[in-house]
C-alpha cells in the first residue's frame, strides 16, 4: 500500500466517545490514518492483527492495557511485537503520560521522534478532559460539603438553642480548636444526631 | 499484638497512597484502611483502585502511587526489564497464599467429565482429561480451544501452564492462551470466546454462581500455599522511606492476621464488596472468603478451606525460595531469556528483612533463614527449632515434584514440557 512516508497507522482505544472522536480529528490533521478505534472489553490482538497500527494509543482507565502488554511476550509468532513507548529509556515520558491519564505502545523499531507527536497530542488532549471532570468533580464536592455543614448548623441550633450565627461561629472555633476542617465536624455531628436518634 | 505507642518508629512520610486492583485479596489494604491499623502507625492512606496490573506497574515507577497491591512476579519482571518498564522493585510483605482457581465452561467441563469422573479431585486427572480432549479435537482438524490468564508475569499464567504441562500439554502450542483482564473474563466464557481461564477471586465464584462455569481445579491444588500478591515499592522508595516502610509492612501484618480471623472475614466482606473497592454482590464475597464455591446447584457448595490464607503458616513472609521459583517460571516458559545469578535477583527483590523488623516489634515470632525446599510437605508442619511456635502449611506440587532453590536447573530439565530460551549449561555456570 503506497502512502504517505510521514503518514502512521493509529488505532485509539478510549472509553469516552467524545474525547477519541476530538484525538481523531486532530490526528488526522496531523496526516496520520486512524486505523481503528474501540472502547475496552474487544478482542484486542484480533483488532490489532487486523488492523496493524503502528501505534496503540491508550486510555489508562481501560483495563485492556494487560492484554497487549501479553502481545508482546507472544510476538514470537507475529511480525510486528508491539512494544511500550518511551523515549529510550527516559522514565519523564512515562511521568507525563501517567499524569495525563493515557499511554501508547508501538511497533518495535519504530523511531521515538516519530511518534512522541502524536503522544503528546494525546496527552494535551487527556489533559483537558481532566480538568473538566476535575472542576465538574470540585463543584459538585463544595455543593455537597454546603449542605453538610448548614444540616450541622440546624441540629446545632435545635441542640443548644443558638441562632444561626452564633451556631456557625461556635462550630468554627471548635472547628479551628481541634485542627479540623469544618465539614468534618459537621459529618460529626450529623454522626452524633443520628446515632443518639436510633438509639432512643 | 504487642505494640507500646511510644516505641513506633516515626514516618518519614505519613500521606500515602497505594495501588490495588478489585479483587478479594486486596482486602489485606482495605482492611488495614478501614480497621485503623495504617492510623495506628501514624500513616493517612488513601487507596487508588486502578484498572490494569501495568498501570499498578507505571505508577509504582514513577511515584504517582507510593507503593501497591502487586503480583508476586511483577516485582521480579520490573527489576529485571521484563514487560515494559524496568526499575528495581522490592518486596518485605507477602499478601496471600492461593487464592486462584481454574475455572472451565459446562460444555468443556462435560467433555472432561466423560474422560474421568475424579477431574475435581485431582488436577492430574483434568489434565490428562484435557489432554485426550485436545488430541480428539487435534485429529478431527477442530479449532484450538482458547484459555486466558491475567498476566504473563502472574502466578495464574505459572499455575494453568504447570497444570497442563504437568500432563504433557505444550501451552505454547496446543491451546491459545491469552491475557483477559479479570472483570472481563466471566463475559469471555458466558459467550464461548474462551473455553476456561484461571483467574483470581471473585470472579471464579462469580463464574460458577452465575451459572457460567464450573470450578475444575484450584490454584491450592496445583502448588499448595503458593504465593500469589505482595505489597511491592520501588527500591529507591524503600530506601528513602525505610520507616514508612517499616510502618506499612507492621500495619498490613496486623491487618492480615485481623483479615485471617473467619468472623472478621464474614462482616468485612460487605467493606469490601462496596463501589468503593471490589463492586460486586456481598454475598459472592462472603461465600468466597469462606472458601465455599457453589459449583454444581442442587448439592452442597465445594469446600475449599484454604482458598484465602492471609497470615497462618507464616503467609506474610517473603520467602525467597518463592522468588526463585518465579524466576525458575520465567525461564521455563521463555519469558527470561538472559542469564543471571538467580538468587541474586530474589534477594534484591525479595527482602525478609523488613519483615523481620516488623515482626519482632509486633512480638511475633518468624523464620530465621530465607530459603525452604518447596514440594516436600504434605500436610501443615513445625520446624524443628522449640522457640518457634508457628506452623508453615502443606507446600506440595500436584506432579509431587520437588523444587530445591539450590538447583534451579535440574529442577528445569526435570520437567515435562519447558519452552526454555536459555542455554542451561551457561545457567548451571552462573548459579553453581
Known amino acids: ?200 | 499484638m504487642m505494640t507500646e505507642k511510644s516505641k513506633l518508629p516515626v514516618p518519614e512520610k505519613h500521606e500515602l497512597t497505594l495501588g490495588f486492583i478489585p479483587l478479594v485479596d486486596c482486602c489485606v489494604l482495605v482492611a488495614a484502611r478501614e480497621q485503623g491499623f495504617f492510623k495506628k502507625y501514624g500513616l493517612e492512606v488513601s487507596l487508588s483502585r486502578e484498572a490494569s496490573w501495568a498501570n499498578i506497574r507505571d505508577k509504582v515507577c514513577v511515584g504517582a502511587l507510593d507503593g501497591a497491591h502487586m503480583l508476586a512476579g511483577m516485582t521480579i519482571a520490573t527489576t529485571l526489564g521484563l514487560g515494559f518498564n524496568k526499575k528495581p522493585m522490592v518486596t518485605s510483605f507477602s499478601m496471600n497464599l492461593n487464592g486462584n482457581a481454574i475455572t472451565v465452561s459446562k460444555a468443556l467441563y462435560e467433555r472432561l467429565l466423560e474422560k474421568d469422573a475424579n477431574i475435581e479431585n485431582d488436577p492430574n486427572l483434568s489434565a490428562k482429561a484435557l489432554k485426550q480432549i485436545l488430541q480428539e479435537d487435534s485429529a478431527a482438524g477442530k479449532p484450538m480451544l482458547n484459555f486466558a490468564m491475567v498476566y504473563p508475569y502472574s502466578n495464574h499464567n505459572y499455575e494453568i501452564r504447570y497444570w497442563m504441562a504437568a500432563a504433557g500439554i505444550n501451552p505454547d502450542r496446543d491451546v491459545a492462551l491469552k491475557v483477559i483482564p479479570p472483570q472481563y473474563m466471566v463475559d469471555n466464557l458466558k459467550d464461548g470466546l474462551i473455553d476456561g481461564f484461571c483467574v483470581g477471586e471473585p470472579w471464579n465464584s462469580c463464574a460458577v454462581s452465575m451459572g457460567v462455569g464450573k470450578l475444575l481445579t484450584s490454584g491450592y491444588q496445583i502448588w499448595n500455599n503458593s504465593p500469589e500478591k505482595v505489597f511491592g515499592v520501588t527500591r529507591d522508595w524503600a530506601a528513602k522511606h525505610p520507616k514508612t516502610h517499616l510502618c506499612l509492612v507492621m500495619a498490613l501484618i496486623e491487618a492480615a492476621a485481623w483479615i485471617d480471623n473467619a468472623n472478621n472475614r464474614d462482616s468485612f466482606a460487605n467493606v469490601l464488596a462496596s463501589d468503593e473497592y471490589i463492586g460486586i454482590e456481598p454475598d459472592i464475597i462472603r461465600a468466597s472468603l469462606a472458601g465455599n464455591f457453589n459449583n454444581h446447584a442442587d448439592a452442597e457448595p465445594r469446600s475449599i478451606p484454604d482458598m484465602h490464607v492471609f497470615h497462618r503458616y507464616q503467609a506474610n513472609f517473603p520467602w525467597c525460595s518463592h522468588a526463585t521459583w518465579i524466576i525458575s517460571q520465567m525461564y521455563r516458559w521463555g519469558q527470561l531469556q538472559e542469564v543471571i545469578d538467580i538468587k541474586q535477583i530474589a534477594e534484591a527483590v525479595y527482602r525478609p528483612d523488613v519483615y523481620r523488623l516488623a515482626a519482632s516489634r509486633l512480638g511475633l515470632t518468624y523464620p530465621s533463614f530465607n530459603y525452604k525446599t518447596e514440594g516436600e510437605q504434605g500436610s501443615e508442619w513445625k520446624l524443628d527449632d522449640d522457640d518457634l511456635d508457628f506452623k508453615l502449611g502443606a507446600d506440595k506440587y500436584m506432579d509431587n515434584i520437588v523444587f530445591d532453590p539450590d538447583n534451579v536447573v535440574s529442577y528445569l530439565s526435570g520437567h515435562k514440557v519447558e519452552n526454555c530460551l536459555v542455554e542451561l549449561a551457561q545457567l548451571e555456570k552462573l548459579n553453581r
Not at chain 1, 507472544?74 to 511485537?81: F, H, L, Y
Not at chain 1, 481532566?130 to 464536592?141: F, G, M, V
Open chain 1, 1 to 200: 500500500m503506497a502512502r504517505d512516508n510521514k503518514q502512521l497507522n493509529i488505532m485509539i482505544i478510549d472509553e469516552l466517545p467524545e474525547r477519541s472522536m476530538a484525538m481523531e480529528k486532530l490526528l488526522t490533521n496531523l496526516g496520520h490514518r486512524i486505523v481503528a478505534t474501540a472502547s475496552s472489553g474487544h478482542d484486542l490482538p484480533q483488532l490489532v492483527s487486523r488492523y496493524q497500527p503502528d501505534i496503540i494509543i491508550i486510555d489508562m482507565d481501560s483495563p485492556d492495557r494487560d492484554t497487549i502488554e501479553h502481545m508482546h511476550s507472544i510476538s514470537a509468532e507475529r511480525p510486528r511485537p508491539i512494544v511500550m513507548f518511551t523515549n529510550d529509556d527516559d522514565s519523564d515520558t512515562i511521568q507525563k503520560a501517567v499524569k495525563a491519564g493515557v499511554t501508547a505502545y508501538i511497533v518495535d523499531g519504530m523511531h521515538p521522534q516519530r511518534v512522541m507527536p502524536i503522544l503528546e497530542t494525546a496527552m494535551a488532549r487527556f489533559k483537558e478532559y481532566q480538568s473538566i471532570r476535575e472542576e465538574l468533580e470540585k463543584t459538585k464536592n463544595t455543593l455537597e460539603e454546603r449542605k453538610l455543614i448548614e444540616r450541622a448548623k440546624g441540629i446545632v441550633m435545635k441542640q443548644q438553642n443558638y441562632d444561626e450565627e452564633t451556631a456557625h461561629k461556635t462550630m468554627q472555633k471548635i472547628a479551628m480548636s481541634r485542627n479540623m476542617k469544618l465539614v468534618d465536624l459537621a459529618r460529626s455531628i450529623i454522626a452524633a444526631a443520628e446515632l443518639l436518634r436510633t438509639g432512643k
